[in-house]
C-alpha cells in the first residue's frame, strides 16, 4: 500500500466515527457505541472502505494506551489500595468461572475429551480465551457518564488490570502444558519482577516529578515528560516483563496521579485521545469483524460462546461483589463492566493459533465476541447508572476548555 494512502483511511475512519459517534449521543448511547459500528460500517464486512493495515493498528495501540494511561492518571490511588482485597478476589473469580464456562461449552459442542488429550487442552483454551477482560472501552464509557473516579469504577478498572495479569499466567500455563518450549514459571517470575519495578521505578519517577511539578507547575514540559514516561512503561512491560503494553501504561498513569498537575496532564493526553487514536482505536474493533466461511454450525457455536463469554463475567465478577456487600446494582455495575472483550482477548486467540490449540475458523468467534459485549456493555453501563448523579468532576478537553486553559494555551506559544 502507498503511504498516502493511510490518509485516505484516517479521513474515512474519523469522519465516520465522529458523526456515528454523535449520532449515538443523540440516542442517548455512548458515543463508543457509534465508533465501533462506524468501524463495521466502512470496513470489509459492509462497505469495504477502509482495511485493516498494519499502520492503522500501531495506531490503535496508540490509541488504547494512551486511553489506560489517562485512566491511571484519573484513578483515585487511596480508593484503589483500599479496594485491593476486593479487586483481587473480583479478577479471580473473573477468570475462574469463565474458564471452567467455556470449557463447558466446548465440551456439550464437541464432546467431552480425556484429562491431557488434545481436545481437551482446546477446550481449556477457549476458556481462557473467554477470561481475558478489555478495560479501556468501560474506562471510555465511565469517564463519558462521569463515573470513573467513583468506588465501583476504580473497582471495575482495579479488577481488570489484576484480571489481565491473571489472564496472562493462566494462558502461559495452559500452553506451557502443550509445548515444551513454554516455561509457566518464568512467567510467573518475570511478573512479580515486574511489580517490584514498578514500585521501586515508579517512586523513584514519582519523586522526579514532583519536583518537576513543584519548580514547573502547569508547564507544557510536565505532560510531554508523562506521555514519554506512558510509552517506556508500556515497552518495559512487554519487552522485559511479558506483560501487556496497557497494564504498563496504566502503572504509569498510577505512577503520576498524586501530582498537583495530574488533570493537566490527563486533559493534554485527552486531546490526541479525542482527536485522532481514540476514534481509531474503537473503529479498528469493527474493522477487524470479517464474517466470510461462516457456517451454520460455527454460528450456533459463536451464539452461544458470546452468550457465554458475557454472561460468565457478569456471574463470576458480580456474585463476588454482591459477596463484599456492594449492592446488586452495584453489583451488576461491576459485572457488565468486566465483560467487555477487546485487544487482550484477541491476542491470547492469535498465541492459540499460532500453537495450534485452536483452528483459524474460532478466530471469527472472538471477533464477535469483541464486537457484542463492547457494544452491549456501554449501554448496559449507561442503563444502570440512569438518573445518577455524575462523581467524577474532572474537565474533559476533548468536549470543552475552560477560559483559564484557552488562555494558557494561547500563552504557550
Request: with cysteine.
Amino acid at each position: 500500500m502507498e503511504a498516502y494512502e493511510c490518509f485516505k483511511d484516517l479521513a474515512i475512519i474519523i469522519i465516520a466515527a465522529k458523526l456515528l459517534g454523535l449520532a449515538a449521543k443523540k440516542l442517548k448511547a455512548p458515543q463508543v457505541v457509534g465508533q465501533i459500528a462506524a468501524g463495521l460500517l466502512i470496513g470489509p464486512s459492509v462497505l469495504g472502505l477502509v482495511g485493516q493495515s498494519d499502520f492503522i493498528a500501531m495506531l490503535a495501540e496508540i490509541g488504547v494506551v494512551l486511553l489506560m494511561f489517562s485512566a491511571g492518571l484519573e484513578t483515585n490511588l487511596k480508593e484503589l489500595v483500599k479496594s485491593g482485597p476486593v479487586a483481587l478476589s473480583i479478577a479471580c473469580m473473573g477468570v475462574f468461572v469463565p474458564m471452567v464456562m467455556g470449557w463447558a461449552l466446548y465440551g456439550c459442542f464437541f464432546g467431552f475429551a480425556p484429562i491431557g488429550s488434545d481436545e481437551f487442552f482446546r477446550g481449556l483454551f477457549i476458556g481462557t480465551i473467554m477470561t481475558a477482560t478489555s478495560v479501556s472501552i468501560t474506562v471510555q464509557t465511565l469517564r463519558e457518564l462521569g463515573h470513573l473516579k467513583s468506588k465501583v469504577g476504580t473497582i471495575i478498572v482495579s479488577s481488570a488490570i489484576i484480571d489481565d495479569v491473571i489472564g496472562i499466567i493462566v494462558l502461559t500455563f495452559v500452553v506451557g502444558f502443550r509445548s515444551a518450549d513454554a516455561k509457566p514459571l518464568d512467567v510467573v517470575i518475570k511478573t512479580a519482577l515486574f511489580i517490584a519495578f514498578s514500585f521501586v521505578v515508579g517512586f523513584l519517577i514519582y519523586l522526579l516529578f514532583k519536583f518537576l511539578d513543584k519548580r514547573f507547575f502547569h508547564h507544557r514540559m510536565i505532560p510531554i515528560f508523562g506521555l514519554a514516561l506512558c510509552f517506556f512503561m508500556s515497552y518495559c512491560a512487554e519487552k522485559f516483563f511479558g506483560i501487556a503494553d496497557i497494564t504498563g501504561a496504566y502503572v504509569a498513569g498510577i505512577i503520576l496521579c498524586n501530582l498537583r498537575d495530574a488533570e493537566y496532564i490527563a486533559g493534554k493526553m485527552d486531546i490526541s485521545s479525542y482527536m485522532l487514536f481514540g476514534p481509531v482505536f474503537f473503529a479498528s474493533i469493527g474493522l477487524k469483524t470479517n464474517f466470510d466461511g461462516f457456517t451454520l454450525n460455527l454460528l450456533w457455536f459463536s451464539l452461544a460462546f458470546v452468550a457465554v463469554a458475557m454472561m460468565s463475567k457478569v456471574i463470576g465478577c458480580g456474585l463476588t461483589a454482591k459477596l463484599w456487600r456492594y449492592s446488586t446494582k452495584d453489583a451488576l455495575k461491576v459485572g457488565v463492566g468486566m465483560m467487555t472483550r477487546g485487544e487482550v482477548a484477541l491476542i491470547v486467540a492469535q498465541k492459540g493459533l499460532a500453537v495450534g490449540m485452536v483452528s483459524p475458523e474460532y478466530f471469527t468467534s472472538v471477533i464477535l465476541l469483541i464486537l457484542c459485549s463492547s457494544v452491549a456493555s456501554p449501554i448496559l453501563l449507561k442503563f444502570l447508572y440512569r438518573g445518577e448523579d455524575k462523581s467524577d468532576h474532572v474537565l474533559t478537553t476533548g468536549e470543552k476548555m475552560d477560559i483559564d486553559e484557552t488562555e494558557e494555551v494561547f500563552a504557550e506559544y
